[in-house]
């Protein structure tokens, strides 16, 4: 699943970042106009923003195949020290000191292969959200313009300090409505990578391929 709290975070420093311009150019002097403030919720618009259910339902199935390939890599290493250890007894010395050394060298790169589909999955979640959020940003960024806000917070960002807020001040709901009106993002690259199999249950967390639990290494025999 695209992670709601990675890209709020991403928002709220993006929303900030819009900010600052209009911060700097309305220092207070004498005569100037007070600052306009408004407030979004970004989780509200995330979930509201056209392609972002289609882009996480596009993560979900190729980070399928990538489990897949994780689950049948760990499936092999169990199996061949489980095999070990039934047939061990009866090695010589040598043998099994060489047999542990290849099941190292097959749990290592178990372990290397996993952690580079988890970077592919990051790069490839990045892909697909960078549309999204350029849309939403701008799209942001034009009401603040519009109506010369000096500052958009986000009431959903995490570690927010605000308690309580005027709601005539939540531009929410304009902010949804212009992103519906504007359609679907472009959309992301396709991955050439990703091997297609069917989509999983859509994790709550940060999605992540993880090899599960390696299996205790074969200790020799006397």
């Known amino acids: ?5 990675a890209l ?14 209009a911060l700097r150019a309305q220092q207070p002097t004498t005569g100037t106009s007070p600052l306009r403030l408004a407030w979004i919720n970004s989780q509200a618009v995330l979930s509201a923003t056209p392609g972002r259910a289609e882009a996480e ?16 890599m760990q499936q092999q290493l169990d199996s061949a020290v489980a095999e070990y250890n039934r047939a061990s007894i ?14 190292r060298d097959q749990e290592s790169r178990t372990r290397q292969r996993a952690q580079e589909l988890d970077q592919q999955a990051q790069q490839r979640e990045a892909e697909l959200t960078a549309p999204i959020m350029q ?18 917070f986000d009431v959903a960002a995490t570690g927010n300090p605000i308690v ?8 929410t709901p304009l902010v949804i ?3 519906q009106a504007a359609g679907l993002p472009p959309a992301a690259p396709d991955s050439s990578s990703a091997p ?27």
Request: no cysteine; glycine share 4%.
């Open 1 to 5: 699943m695209l992670r709601p709290r």
């Open 8 to 21: 709020r975070v991403i928002l709220g420093a993006a929303i900030l970042a819009l900010a600052a311009p």
């Open 57 to 72: 339902s596009t993560f979900n199935r190729e980070m399928a195949g990538f489990r897949a390939e994780v689950q049948r």
């Open 90 to 103: 009866a090695m010589t010395p040598a043998a099994r000191q060489a047999r542990e050394a290849q099941l």
């Open 135 to 152: 849309r939403v940003n701008a799209v942001i960024e034009g009401v603040r313009a519009e109506f010369n806000y000096s500052f958009v």
């Open 164 to 171: 309580t807020a005027d709601r005539t001040l939540d531009i």
């Open 177 to 179: 409505q212009r992103l």
């Open 196 to 222: 297609a199999s069917p989509t999983r249950p859509a994790p709550t967390g940060p999605a992540a391929v993880h090899p599960a639990t390696p299996p205790p290494a074969p200790r020799p025999r006397p």
